[in-house]
Nanobody, 121 residues
Framework: QVQIVESGGGLVQPGGSLRLSCAAS????????MGWYRQCPGKERELVAN???????NYANSVKGRFTISRDNANNTINLLMNNLKPEDTAVYYC???????????????WGQGTQVTVSS
């Protein structure tokens, strides 16, 4: 059984910073990729940033230079440091893990429960 716990979020003023975190635990054989997605009001969920098994990162153009994704392999955590936040960053943010469980030969996507980020003055 794999568990995902997401933390962070809140109300931030424009130009401020916020840090989101996720931790994966349970019967995990291997983690292949991790990432952050967001769903803005009235829009579909979109990729914000991801990091693969080798540590390579990828960012959406809208957040490039402002957001940083990182990982800690020791405890299967990922973080999203968001700097210079803008009102258009307001969304529900979800972490994602692409994981092979210990009892299955397949890869499965696991999602955090989501956390609200509101950027407003």
């Amino acid at each position: 059984q794999v568990q995902i716990v997401e933390s962070g979020g809140g109300l931030v003023q424009p130009g401020g910073s916020l840090r989101l975190s996720c931790a994966a635990s349970g019967s995990i054989f291997s983690i292949f990729a991790m990432g952050w997605y967001r769903q803005c009001p009235g829009k579909e969920r979109e990729l914000v940033a991801n990091i693969n098994k080798g540590g390579s990162t990828n960012y959406a153009n809208s957040v490039k230079g402002r957001f940083t994704i990182s990982r800690d392999n020791a405890n299967n955590t990922i973080n999203l440091l968001m700097n210079n936040l803008k009102p258009e960053d307001t969304a529900v943010y979800y972490c994602n893990y692409n994981i092979r469980p210990s009892n299955l030969p397949t890869r499965i996507n696991y999602w955090g429960q989501g956390t609200q980020v509101t950027v407003s003055s």
